[in-house]
Structures are given as structure tokens and as C-alpha cells.
């Protein structure tokens, strides 16, 4: 029986012995395919780790297939590096890398190049390390000098490699952006002339849907942190998957492909762990934007209404609403930043020590184990190749911590990109007229939902000068319906007076007219909207010199062109008793703050110094009259009628009658007149009224007293 062990185990180890000589003899071809394997693989599981992955929200779009648009209202969509991730980022690049030869595709050929040149820098730097070690080992002072050398002559390279990779990234980034911002800027605010139900974005954004809460924030942040981690992401990828590939192709050369085959296994399993402890950063980004929004839209709030606030001494509510949102703030970036404590604790102790590990135990194995084709090697030899594969399996390390670092990068580019690509949807919706808001609770009705959703039409046109409406329902964005169907119909030269209880639809009709709320049924015919001007109870007076505020949105070469001086100008404010202002601010270019310069009764006299710059046929006065003399009234009014500008006005002010030849008068319940003016008539009916009033008023006391009479 032993004799038979005996036997079996001498078999078993010339078994071992055949084999081992197979292996040998063929190991060159096995160190190839393991080499080549290792390629695949680290491109292959880069490629599956960052491939897309199903829409979080599509697994569950059944479920949701029965619910209205209200009930997911106001629920943020979960960001992730998904297969919508994609499709946005896939859409993006089309805008900002637009085609091969555009300078931004030059710019990522020369970053590659460069990052290639500073790895093959880096593999000589490594070997250079454990060259001059082993000169110091070995006590060889000239061949130590001599290394010494060749270390300051590769640092010029190297630092101007780095110098360049950062400026290239830089100017990429710049690029993104400019690319973004232009695009972003012509739908936004449209082309010059832009005419139909394309145009004014800027304005529709903010009043017709409600997914776009800070549009400023988004263009002049978003826009630029999204081209920044767009710029770095290339990098921060594609430089770590070739320093993984090319470092440890090296380190294969030195230890073998078979101890980087056990070394990967290890990693990976790792890897594996760390990935699936990884927090969701692309959502915290996305998040983290959104409300940091929110805060700068009520500081904005603050700035923009400040007198208001401060007549009424609103001060302790604003500061309420400004601490509400910034402890919002606070509290998300508090748990964000205990889950980047504890995640990087997690990452550090695998990254750094467990992997750091791993790799002490293979820069051993040339020390331990004798390698098949190696002669013997003394201390010195040991000692460069210990240095050599140290420094290389360090440098791997790092590349492959980066590459796991990169999906967290990645998540956050994800959580731009959702911001960016939310923008760019929301204004192609809107130019197709495609609006989400949030509806009031009458909407819902049938017949109120049947209104709401027919398409009414617009007829423009530029050989009449009139203005009809045929059974038009002048309806609000939150769908509230004020008049069901409004008709009538105005000649150029028959000014229009607009009365009625506030929310009646008076300034409603005008946003209608200027092609600024859709139209949801019935006929308009109307003049081009260059056609009309708008002044407002509070014009707005943009940023610029004096002569810009009278000609605004001209600028002073349209002005001349138009053959108008500014002696034409200083006309015009003469006008409106306001050609001292020229001489009293210092001239026509100065510049100042004009909303905090001007009183507001000057402000209007402004607008309507511009009406008259741009002579339109029609202007829509809104209140716009309400904080300058009867008598300037009087005198602008009749300015206007003399250059032939019909007057669509909003007053409450019976000395304006006289000068309307027609009225528009709602009664608040959704019902309208529409009539020819008698001014004199109206007046006397006014004044009975009013003194009717007053009788009615004093009947009280007046009974009051005859019971006390009849006391006595």
C-alpha cells in the first residue's frame, strides 16, 4: 500500500514536471495573451461601468401610465449615469463639438496627443527612479550624477506637458461654453426681427411654464459648471484607462502577466465593493443647483422689489424667506458632505491601503520568486527593479483610483447635464407653443378643459392697420378663463378705453395683441407686433446712456440712420417738459442707473418720449399716465393723436374719456360692453352717480338724527 502511494506521487510530480515544462517553453505566447486580455478586459469593463444603464423612470412607466401630469408634478426626476444621460450628453456634444474640423475637436486631438506624451514620460520617469537608486545602492557616484542629469533634462518636457494639458482643458471648457451660451442666447431672446409664435422665449419661460424657476442661474452658472466637468471628464477618464493599460503592461514585462492577472482579480472585487457603496453624486449636483437657485432668485426678489419692502416694512418677512431657503441649502450640502465623509473613508482605506498592499506583494515576487529568463541580479539590480515596478504599480494605483474617481465625475457631470438639457428642452417646447404650467382648479372642468385645449387663429397683417377679434377667450397661463368669448373690432385712428375690476382681463387683452399669450380659440386680426408699443404703469429703463432710454432698443447708428439728431431728440423730450434733464445729467452720454435716477413721473414721461421716437400705429397705455400732471396728460395724449399713434389705454381716470373715441368695459363676472364713447354723456352720468352716492352714504345719519327729533 505505501508502495503504491509512493508510486502515485512520483507520477503526480512528473506530471507536474511535464507541465511545468509546457508551460515554460510556451510562456512567451501565454504572457502575450494575457497581456492582451488584460487590455480587453480594462477596456471592456471601463466600457460596461460606464455604459449606459435603463432610465430609472422607465422601469416604472406602467405603473405611472394612468396618473395625469398633476400627479407627478413637482417630483425631480432621480439623475444617474443612465441611458438618458446619454442621450442628453450625445445631444449636447452635437452643440458643443459641432463637427471634425471645428477647433474644439482640434483642441481634444492635440489634448490626447499631449496626454499620450505625458505617460510615456512617465514610464521613463519610473525607470529613471530605480536607476538612480540603484546607482546609490551600488555607490557609483558618476553613473548617480550622470541619472541625476537625465532627471532635470526630463523635468522640461514633462512641466511644459502638464502646463499645456491644463491650458488646453481650460480653453475647452471656455469653448463649451461660448458654444452653449450662444445658442442659448438666440433661442432665448431670438433672432433680430423674429416674428410669430416662436420668438419672445425669455419672456414665455417666465410667465407661460413653470420648469424653468431661474432661467439667469442656469445660463450663467449651469452653462458654465456643466462645459467645465465636461472639459475635465476627457481627462479625468481617458488619461487614467491609458496610464492603467500602459503601466501595467510595463509592470507585466518586470513581475509577469501572471501576478497582474491575481492582482486584477483582487482590484476588481474591490472596485466591485467601492462601486456599490457609491452614493447617487449625480443627483446631490443636480439637487445642489436647484437650490442654490432658488436662494439667488429670492435675493434677486429682495433687490429688484426693495422700496416696496421697505415702505412696508417688510423687511423681518424677506429675511424669514431668505433664511428658509439658504437653510434648505445648508441642510442638503450637511448631508452630502457626511456622505462624502464616510464615502471617502471607504474609498481611502481600499484605494490606498488594500490596493497598496496588493501591490507591495507583487513588486515582491522578482525579489522571492526567480522569473524564467532571468539571470541572477545583485542588490543594486534588485534594488532598481523593486524601485522601477514600485513606482510604476504606484503610479497604476493612482490611475485606476482616478478611473473610479471619474464615475463620480461622471454622476456629477450627469446632474449638469440634466440642468442644461432641462433648459435647452423646455425652450424648444416653447417654441413649438408646447407650455407646462400648473393649472387652477376650474380648468379641470369639461367645459373649461375643452376651451383650453382648442387653438385659436392669428391673422397678421400688414396691409390693415385694424384690430378684430372674433369670439376670442381671453384666458390666463394657470388656465383661469376671464371672458369666453370677447369680440370687437377697432379702425387706426379710433382710440380704445379699457375699463373694469383688476383681474377682468384688461391687461390680458394687450399680452394677446403683442402675441405674448397664445390664443385659445377664435379669430385675431391685428397689425405686425412691430406695429405696437407698450407702456407700462412702471416702464423700464435699460442699462446705457440717456439718449439710449428715449431710443431704446435702437442703438445710436439705427437712430442716425433713421436721419434723427439728437436736436430731433432733445424735440421729442421737449414734448413732455423734459429737455432740462439733458443739461441737468450731464448730456445726452451719460450714464447712470436710471430707475434709481429718475423720480417715477419722469420715468413715464420717458416712455412716452419714446413712444413718439418710434412713432408706432398703436400704443397700449397701461396705467401710463398715472403720476404725471392733468395737464401733461392732456398734452401727450394729444401729441400722440397728431402723429396719428391709436391709443389702446387702461385708466381709471375720467379726465382720459374725452380723448376715446371708443370703451371696453368688463364687468369682472366674464361679461363685457363694447360701445362708442360719449364723453360729455359718461362724465354727467359720473357725476350723478357720484353725487347719488354721497346722498345714499349720509341716509344713515340722517335717519339716525329724525329718530332723535321725533324723541323729543
Partial sequence: ?????????????????????????????????????????????TYSAFASRPTASSSSAKSKKGKGKDEEAGKPRRVAVDALFYQRLRHILQIVIPGIRSKEALMIIMHSTLLVARTAISLYVASLDGKIVASLVRAKPLEFFYNILRWLLVAIPATWTNSWLSYIQSKLAIAYRTRLTTLVMKEYLGEKNEVGPAGKVYYKLSNLDDRIKNPDQMITHDIQRFSASLAAIYSNLAKPVLDVILYNYQLSQNVGAEGLLGLTIAVQLSAALLRSLTPPFGSYTALSAQLAGALRHTHSRLAEFAEEIAFMRGEETEKILVERDYATVILHERRVLRRRWWFGCVEEGIVKWLWGSFGLVLCAIPVFFKLPGGGAIDLGGRTEGFVTNRRLLLSSSDAFGRVMYSYKDLSELAGYTARVSALLETIEDIKKNKFEKALVSSASTEENAKILQGRGEVIISEDSDDIELENVPIITPNGDILVRSLSFKIHHGQHLLIVGPNGCGKSSLFRILGGLWPVYGGIVRKPPASSFILIPQRPYL?????????????????????????????????????????????????????????????????????????????????????????DMEGRMMEHATTLGITLLTVSHRPSLWKYHAMILHYDGQGGYVFTKLDAEKRLALQTEKQALETKLADVPRLRARLRELKGF
Fill in 542 to 630: 435699460t442699462l446705457g446712456t440717456l439718449r439710449d432710454q428715449v431710443i431704446y432698443p435702437h442703438s445710436q447708428q439705427e437712430m442716425m440712420d433713421r436721419g434723427i439728431t439728437d436736436h430731433d431728440l432733445l424735440n421729442i423730450l421737449g414734448v413732455v417738459h423734459m429737455d432740462s434733464v439733458v443739461e441737468r445729467e450731464g448730456g445726452w452720454d451719460s450714464v447712470r442707473e436710471w430707475r434709481d435716477a429718475l423720480s417715477g413721473g419722469d420715468k413715464q414721461k420717458i416712455a412716452w418720449a419714446r413712444l413718439f421716437y418710434h412713432n408706432p400705429k398703436y400704443a397700449i397705455l397701461d396705467e401710463a399716465t398715472s403720476l404725471v400732471p392733468p
Fill in 1 to 45: 500500500m505505501a508502495v503504491l502511494s509512493t508510486l502515485r506521487y512520483q507520477q503526480l510530480q512528473v506530471s507536474l514536471n511535464q507541465l511545468s515544462k509546457i508551460y515554460l517553453s510556451r510562456r512567451p505566447l501565454i504572457q502575450r495573451i494575457l497581456n492582451i486580455s488584460f487590455v480587453l478586459y480594462v477596456l471592456g469593463t
